[in-house]
């Protein structure tokens, strides 16, 4: 192995340490004094580089995550509202952002009856609808 390979392992080794820590390429390169162009040759050349470089990553991320989450998991202790309330919109169903959309549709034709009684074998094979239904419902549709 020449000087240029050596080199080039161990810059791969220390941008990969680097992106465990701060996942983000850009100042991976400037902290390891390593081009974004290097880093993107190494990464399209070098599938060993590039599967070892997406770990490192997602591993960065996750770091982030946990470090956000204690900030956030302090603010609420601290009683900051924004974080309260961020909290619960993301952990609690009732407190989750809802969208209501109301309206009426305008049939322009009705359903043949063989068209409904397929209808309702599909809601009932779903189990949206039961599967007693009235009779005279069932009956309407053969």
């Known amino acids: ?9 161990k810059n791969k080794a220390l941008i990969l340490e680097q ?9 991976c390169c400037e902290k390891s004094g390593i081009s ?22 997602l ?10 989450e204690s900030q956030l998991i302090s603010a609420i202790r601290d009683k900051n509202l924004s974080a309260i ?3 619960l919109k993301t952990h609690h169903p009732s407190y989750a952002s809802k969208l209501e959309i109301t309206g009426k549709i305008k049939h322009e034709e ?6 409904e009684a397929l209808v309702i074998k599909a809601l ?19």
């Open 1 to 9: 192995m020449n000087t240029i390979e050596k080199r080039q392992v």
């Open 19 to 27: 992106l465990k820590r701060t996942p983000i390429v850009q100042i």
């Open 36 to 57: 974004r162009a290097s880093y993107y040759r190494w990464y399209k050349d070098d599938k060993e580089f590039a599967q070892a470089a997406d770990k490192a990553i």
């Open 59 to 68: 591993e960065g991320q996750l770091l982030v995550n946990d470090l956000a």
């Open 85 to 87: 309330v961020f909290w």
């Open 110 to 115: 009705q359903l043949t009856p063989d068209q």
């Open 124 to 142: 009932k094979l779903a189990s949206v609808l039961p599967d007693n239904l009235p009779k005279a419902k069932e009956e309407k549709q053969k």
